[in-house]
């Protein structure tokens, strides 16, 4: 909050917040702070409001303060919330207790490492496998000549199959079926819930099997994973469930369903999970052939 901004001075709220060091001094203590704050005040808000008046070291991660980047996840009370988005007017009477994400390494305070995460995120190819019968030649513009990167044989506003753009301003030109990557509302639709996951990570702190399965890929990364299993333009459903049929892919899962209650952008891990078990029974045949062949 700015100096414009600060809240009324007679209302205020006990925050507490869990401190943890990176060299171990100190690690386990909570500090007390008595935050004021307005019926606009956020976590967020009071968070800051304690590095610029009371407590310059404490250390937290934020960025967009719109509920988009994901970035200021931590747990309020014991339930995994954005900070941006949680108002502190809703513990007025309670006060708060501000912990970092559960089931992560802790690097300073509020901060935790997210390194593991996106390391299992990696592994089920978050992004889009092609068939193969799409391809992205580069074509230089008119604008620059030939000897400024044109490859052998294409002509400046040429395709790489002879075509000839309408004005010849055209630089990139995909090369492959002749509908292109099309897709109808029903094919948005059947995905779209699942791209709007911004990796806050809160679903892994409400999640009760991590506690038991730490390795367990967990509820983003699953439903990330099925985000593009079900983008009719994906080619790669078979790669990933091989990756998602293991004793720590998708099957950790017992359907408790927290990481649906904290999601706040709507998505439904829980669904996810479900149906990546499906597809793994599935689709055994058809990767048993696949090694086989």
Not at 25 to 31: F, V
Not at 32 to 39: L, N, Q
Not at 120 to 144: E, F
Not at 217 to 229: E, F, I, K, N, S
Request: charged share 25%; net charge negative.
């Amino acid at each position: 909050m700015s100096e414009a901004e600060s809240p009324v001075e007679g209302r205020r709220v006990r925050l507490e917040v869990a401190r943890t060091s990176p060299d171990g001094a100190g690690t386990g203590r909570r500090d007390v702070f008595d935050v004021p704050y307005d019926d606009r005040t956020s976590v967020l808000d009071a968070l800051q409001w304690v590095k610029d008046h009371a407590d310059p070291t404490l250390t937290f991660r934020w960025s967009c303060k719109m509920a988009v980047c994901g970035s200021c996840g931590v747990m309020v009370n014991g339930r995994p919330v954005l900070g941006c988005e949680t108002f502190v007017r809703g513990y007025r009477t309670s006060g708060l207790v501000v912990e970092p994400l559960a089931h992560a390494e802790v690097l300073r305070d509020l901060v935790v490492d997210t390194d593991t995460f996106l390391g299992k995120l990696a592994a089920v190819q978050p992004w889009l496998v092609p068939d193969g019968a799409t391809r992205l030649p580069l074509v230089d513009p008119p604008s620059v000549g030939a000897e400024a990167g044109a490859g052998p044989g294409v002509e400046v506003g040429e395709d790489v199959d002879g075509s000839r753009t309408p004005d010849g301003g055209d630089v990139l030109r995909a090369v492959g079926p002749a509908s292109g990557h099309r897709q109808t509302p029903g094919e948005l639709a059947a995905f779209k819930g699942f791209a709007e996951c911004i990796d806050c990570m809160l679903c892994y702190a409400a999640c009760p099997q991590l506690d038991v399965a730490p390795d367990f890929l967990g509820p983003a990364v699953v439903a990330t994973a099925r985000r593009w299993d079900e983008d009719s333009r994906d080619a790669g459903e078979l790669d990933r469930a091989d990756v998602l049929d293991t004793e720590f892919g998708a099957w950790p899962c017992i359907q408790v369903g927290a990481c649906t209650q904290v999601c706040p952008k709507g998505v439904d891990p829980a669904r996810a999970l479900r149906d990546a078990q499906r597809v793994a029974t599935d689709t055994w045949d058809a990767r048993e052939r696949r090694q086989t062949s």
